[in-house]
């Protein structure tokens, strides 16, 4: 079922026209579906419905406290990187203790901040971040909870730039120290060890990857138990792929069944930090045809969105359908569609089939996830509106940035 569909030739988001809600909220635009958002989420949390578990939205994917509060409601915990994504957690109604704290840069502030408000866990990337968490907590007279997550060194099999679970990335703690950073955890006065994670890339297509990290989790898990370190979870971290183009990726059912599968009855909850598979294919960037434009070569259509709105193009050349919000028999042309901003790079895709003209609106799928939390001001460009669809309704869920808004905090010489 896909709650972006047409109906005569208009595009709906659930019962919401697309085209309706162009001209009411102005373009570009993002909108997210809450029942894809809840069905994503409802995925995961029913393949695992039978073991001890928790889910943990990876808020970096899109952090609209909407789309937080929706999930909140779900009973969904909660994976941040950053003091900020703790307090916009906090503000959507988020469940401090479920959340897990990853990243390799967490400053002190950050470590007080979590450690006062009771998070679940954090997940400790490096021997210097475990002794700075040690002495933070010892100060604040609390012990933190905490997992390693441990680098197992396996290929990804994704875009470099997001693949994090090679020696060569700069991620977690590796696999050849493992054992020492957690025999020094277990006799840190300050903290107290929860469990083993690791996070190998995102956007992964293949069971395989996760399961070759699985096995080496699994037998550095049985190997501290034979230590005396009891281990109480595994956090497999996110990364799961979705389908921008004829990717074809796991369900979680089945992700999480050959997981369940590799645990072979050991007693340990699983943790997961779904952040693209929840959240990309419950959103749209819509956006306007502002100019045709052609030469002897090629042919573009120039939108009012672009590279600062949706960088994914630009940033890792990704692929995104792009789709008519009205749909019609005309012939078809290939436009690379390119919006105002100056850079070559400024592209939202290439080569697309489509029959377009100024005015037209055009989708651009699967931008629910590092879609608007990765835009900027480029340009002196605003940031977009987002909306959520719910059903017949439609609600604001960020206005339209204003340009009072983009120099509020900048100053003249005296
Ligand atoms: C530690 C960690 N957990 C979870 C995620 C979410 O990844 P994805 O959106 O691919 O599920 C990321 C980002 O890749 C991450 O770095
Ligand atoms: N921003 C990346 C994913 C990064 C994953 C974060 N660890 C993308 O759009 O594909």
Known sequence: MDYFSYQNDSLFAEDCDVAKLAKTHGTPLYIYSRATLERHWHAFNNAVADHPHLICYAVKANSNLAVLNVLARLGSGFDIVSGGELSRVLQAG???????????GKTVAEMEQALNIGIYCFNVESSAELEQLNDVAGRLGKVAPVSLRINPDVDAGTHPYIS???????????????????????????????????????????????LDAMDRMLALIDRLGEQGIKIEHFDVGGGLGVTYNSETPPHPDKYAAALL??????????????????????????????????????????????????????LYSAWQNIIPVQQNDAPTFAYDIVGPVCETGDFLGKDRQLTVKAGDLLAVRSSGAYGFVMASNYNSRPRVAEIMVDGSDDFVVRQRETLQQLWQGEYLLP
């Not at 819509?286 to 969105?305: C, H, M, P, W």
Request: charged content about 25%.
């Open 164 to 210: 994090t679970g090679l020696k060569e990335n700069k991620f977690g703690i590796a696999m050849d120290e493992a054992d020492t950073v957690f025999a020094r955890a277990a006799e840190l006065a300050h903290l107290h060890v929860k469990g083993v994670d690791c996070h190998i890339g995102s956007q992964l297509t293949e069971i395989k990857p996760f």
């Open 94 to 104: 988020g469940d401090p203790k479920k959340v897990v704290f990853s990243g390799v």
């Open 261 to 314: 599968d590799r645990l072979n009855g050991r007693k340990l909850t699983l943790i997961f930090e779904p952040g693209r598979a929840i959240a990309a294919n419950a959103g749209i960037f819509v956006t306007q045809v502002l100019y045709l434009k052609e030469n002897s070569d090629k042919r573009f259509a120039i939108v009012d969105g672009a590279m600062n709105d949706l960088i994914r193009p630009a």
